[in-house]
């Protein structure tokens, strides 16, 4: 049974009023991240100075990374907000993971111990490790957050999902399983599972830039 299906209770994922009637909001207590124009300010600037170098690149993934971060940090000395060194580092992270890898669930893609990933809404992400599910801290800035990382993952197999097509179901290179579903056939936003093949993560698509 996926992780969708154990936490709706063993519905299926075709049943579109099943997977959102028991989770995905959160009783609209969703903390708020004074963060989130910032870090959506620092992408876009990341995409545009750096994007050319995303596509079609040979470059070195560790190189890529220095060279985002080297943007970020030009552009934070050049901002006004008041943060600690904690906060800048995580905000750097941040922007890193969402230009060249796969945002807030960057972490758990890459985790060898996370079996299955799943993201019901900008702050419902869950996963799962040794057989039990975990509700993560990891957040979303929005829809559109999570729409992104959906459609760089989608992309990168040839696939698509929209409006005329709004539900995926498909294999990634290594063997994992992707299934992401959006509106209208989704109720409250865009939803996307991943059931890793293998205890190996997914490559992240450095070669590919994002959408600002």
Known sequence: MSLQERLNGGESVEDSMALYGRIGTNGGD???DRFAELRASLHNTCIA???PELIGTDRDPDSLKARVREVVLEELARQSERLTAE???QLVEDVV????G?????RFVRDRSVTEIMVNGPDQVWVERGGLIEH???RFADDEHVMRVIDRIVSAVGRRVDEASPMVDARLADGSRVNAIIPPLSLQGPVLTIRKFSAEALAPPISSCSRP
Do not use: C
């Open 136 to 138: 993560t801290d990891a």
């Open 102 to 106: 796969y945002g807030p669930i960057d």
């Open 97 to 100: 993971d969402d230009v060249l």
């Open 30 to 32: 969703r903390p708020i």
């Open 49 to 51: 100075k750096v994007g």
């Open 87 to 89: 906060e800048r580092a």
